[in-house]
């Protein structure tokens, strides 16, 4: 499935709506937006408590993971001390980000409290964890993921959104696992799936093809 994180955000309502319609300039065409699908979302007294729960969080990767890149950029625009016209604009935001990767020593954070009233009522982010909070890599040795793919073609095929997809290539090299779609015209998408489970396969190829 790859190397998995837990994600948390606290943000004041005025943060949350400026982030997502940074986004939406960001994140275009029928690319997946995970802002838009948290694992878990709270409103309380203007301010919105989001996270995300085993999910690839590849900061720095903006061809198969342009949204992930898009927020981290925005959030360290709003934290930084370097300061532009366009960024002394988005000091007034607050957000509190808090992201635990699956060795408990990988943590970042990163916290900025502007001028909003309600941002001094943010949350702090919490993460517990279990020993079965991520998944166990060891599994995907079980699974064929050539047939899945094959079979994942012929279901996506039947779909309206992929009615005109003509075939899922797979490719591995050192480093990668990439499945490239075409279409019909001539058209190509990729999906990164390096170390998925046959299940995350089907999540990650429908997500990021869309």
């Known amino acids: 499935m790859g190397y998995l994180s837990s994600v948390r955000m606290s943000l ?3 943060s949350y709506d400026f982030i997502s319609n940074k986004l939406k300039e960001k994140v275009k065409g029928n690319r997946y937006n995970i802002f838009e699908h948290p ?6 007294d203007d301010n919105i408590y989001l996270g995300w729960n085993d ?5 720095g990767d903006d061809e198969y993971f342009p949204d992930v890149n898009a927020i981290m950029n925005i959030l360290h625009n709003i934290s930084d001390s370097t300061y532009t016209s366009e960024i ?21 954070f990163l916290e900025h409290i502007g001028k909003e009233p309600s941002a001094v009522n943010l949350d702090y982010p919490g993460i517990q964890f279990t020993d079965n909070v991520f998944y166990n890599s060891e599994n995907s040795d079980r699974e064929d993921k050539i047939e899945i793919i094959k ?19 797979y ?6 696992e990439i499945i490239i779609a075409t279409f019909k015209g001539g058209g190509t998408k990729k999906a990164n799936i390096t170390a998925d489970s046959g299940t995350a396969i089907i999540i990650d190829v429908i997500n990021q093809l869309l």
């Open 12 to 14: 004041t309502k005025e």
């Open 39 to 44: 694992s878990m979302i709270k409103e309380k």
């Open 55 to 59: 999910i690839k969080w590849y900061e």
């Open 88 to 108: 002394e604009d988005m000091k007034k935001y607050s957000f509190i980000y808090l992201r635990i990767g699956e060795n408990y020593e990988d943590i970042s």
């Open 151 to 169: 079979s994942l073609e012929e279901l996506l095929k039947k779909t309206d959104n992929f009615s005109d997809l003509v075939k899922l290539e």
């Open 171 to 176: 490719q591995k090299n050192e480093y990668n």
